[in-house]
């Protein structure tokens, strides 16, 4: 192969497929990373829920009557549904993310 024939080949067919492996290899330590983030804040949302429930618990077991329980219990019911939607907010940014930093580390952007 004549030189002029090999710098075109690795022109051609060489460097786009070293490009390629490169985006690859950097998209994959991408999805370890924000994989790790998303699980990590799922854990965090979940000591939260729980935390938050046993709170409730501990508030109904002592309560004077039953309407002091249901208040209780609404109370609870009303915030984990306002918690319920944060977090779901919060882990669906963190995918869009991803998802955007993906595109960005296959398209060869730096950041």
Known sequence: ????MQNAFNEKVLDPARKAGE???????????TGSTVSLKM???????????????RAAAGAKDLSEVMK????????QSSRNMTQAREI????????????????GDKG
């Open 1 to 4: 192969m004549t030189d002029t």
């Open 23 to 33: 985006a690859m290899r950097d998209a994959g330590g991408k999805i370890a990373e």
């Open 43 to 57: 854990l965090d949302q979940a000591e939260t829920n729980t935390r938050e429930a046993f709170n409730a618990m």
């Open 72 to 79: 209780i219990q609404g109370d609870f019911i009303r915030e």
């Open 92 to 107: 669906g940014e963190l995918i869009m993310q991803f998802g955007r930093d993906t595109v960005g580390v296959m398209r």
